[in-house]
Structures are given as structure tokens and as C-alpha cells.
T-cell receptor, first 113, second 116 residues
């Protein structure tokens, strides 16, 4: 158990819908990362937050957004969902920005039908 | 932009044998970290080993060791005395150091099967 929690574990929704994925980092970790794992794109970095502020952005679609709240939990919002958004979404956390040790949560499996 | 390449989509090894997984990367950076992550069927991402680019000595963690060749931009993982529990997808990853954050760039993965 990495100490990073993600909810829900599984999510099934229809095209065009909007969903919110939630992540709670390890106690004391200030930085949160979101990654997407899909069959065709592999594991891709989406976005990083550090202490409530966006720190780095990767291949994140405009339909996707994220934020980190004062209690340091983070949410990834996916809207206007398409079939191709079906993937495993991981959250990871680290003590500080740029620190190598990232601890991954168990992931949220999103299925868009 | 940095890229990570794992040229072996699948590999298999007999239990107790040794196997080496290959990884190459491309970067113009001088300060970076390299990692191997393991993803078993449970889908949990588990850090296996890390290597700091400024260190010449190859990292070792129990049965896992790396062969880091900085000039060749090569970073292979050796698993000794393979165990059934080593069956998993293995990802090589690169992290550039800097104030822009610590995003990981992953290779496509190598699926390792350990056979009894």
C-alpha cells in the first residue's frame, strides 16, 4: 500500500458525460501527479500540482482539467467523454516538486461506452 | 523532448534464471533520474530501482540491478534468481530534474513472464 488513495476504483459512463476522479496523496506529500495509461498511448503524464498550484502540464486534453485543494487532495475532471478516453488513470504523490520518489495510487479504471 | 524506448515487448524466463530488460533513452539533459517500475496484474505501479545520472555506480536493490551506460543512453534492468512474483509489465522511465516539476516519461513497457 503506497498511502495514495484514489476513488472510485472503477467508473463506467457514456460518451458525452463528465466525471470526476479523486486522489488523496500520502500524508505530508505536497505534490500530486496525474497519469493516463491506455493501450494505444501507453503511460502518459497529464498534469502536476504542487501545494495547490499547477507546476507542469503534459499531454492533457482541453476537455480535461484538474485542481489541488487546500487539504492537498486533487481532482481530475474529464468532460465530453469519448470512447478513446477509456483508460486507467493514476495519481501519484511526492514530498516535493521535482523529488524523484513518486508513490502511485491504485488507479481509477474509466470505461466510456 | 525526451523519449524512452523499450524494444522488447515481451520476454520470458525460467524460474531461478537471470533476465535482462533493455531500455534506451534520448535526452540533451545532463541532470536526470532513470527508473524501472513494475506493474503486476493488480495494475499497481511499484518502483523497482532508480539511478541518478550523476552517479557512475550502477544501482542495486536485492535481486535487481541496472547497467547504466550514460554515453550510450542505455539503462537495462537485470533480474537475478527470477521468481514467479516477478511476472509483470516493466516500465523504464526518465525524469528530468529542475524546477519545472518531476514528471515521469515512460517507455512502452516489457511484459515479463516467469515460468515455473
Amino acid at each position: 500500500d503506497s498511502g495514495v488513495t484514489q476513488t472510485p476504483k472503477h467508473l463506467i459512463t457514456a460518451t458525452g458525460q463528465r466525471v470526476t476522479l479523486r486522489c488523496s496523496p500520502r500524508s505530508g506529500d505536497l505534490s500530486v501527479y496525474w497519469y493516463q495509461q491506455s493501450l494505444d498511448q501507453g503511460l502518459q503524464f497529464l498534469i502536476q500540482y504542487y501545494n495547490g498550484e499547477e507546476r507542469a502540464k503534459g499531454n492533457i486534453l482541453e476537455r480535461f482539467s484538474a485542481q489541488q485543494f487546500p487539504d492537498l487532495h486533487s481532482e481530475l475532471n474529464l468532460s465530453s467523454l469519448e470512447l478513446g478516453d477509456s483508460a486507467l488513470y493514476f495519481c501519484a504523490s511526492s514530498v516535493d516538486a521535482g523529488v524523484y520518489e513518486q508513490y502511485f495510487g491504485p488507479g481509477t479504471r474509466l470505461t466510456v461506452t | 523532448a525526451q523519449t524512452v524506448t523499450q524494444s522488447q515487448p515481451e520476454m520470458s524466463v525460467q524460474e531461478a534464471e537471470t533476465v535482462t530488460l533493455s531500455c534506451t533513452y534520448d535526452t540533451s539533459e545532463s541532470n536526470y533520474y532513470l527508473f524501472w517500475y513494475k506493474q503486476p496484474p493488480s495494475r499497481q505501479m511499484i518502483l523497482v530501482i532508480r539511478q541518478e545520472a550523476y552517479k557512475q555506480q550502477n544501482a542495486t536493490e536485492n535481486r535487481f540491478s541496472v547497467n547504466f551506460q550514460k554515453a550510450a543512453k542505455s539503462f537495462s534492468l537485470k533480474i537475478s534468481d527470477s521468481q514467479l512474483g516477478d511476472t509483470a509489465m516493466y516500465f523504464c522511465a526518465f525524469m528530468k530534474l529542475g524546477n519545472q516539476g518531476g514528471k515521469l516519461i515512460f517507455g512502452q513497457g516489457t511484459e515479463l513472464s516467469v515460468k515455473p
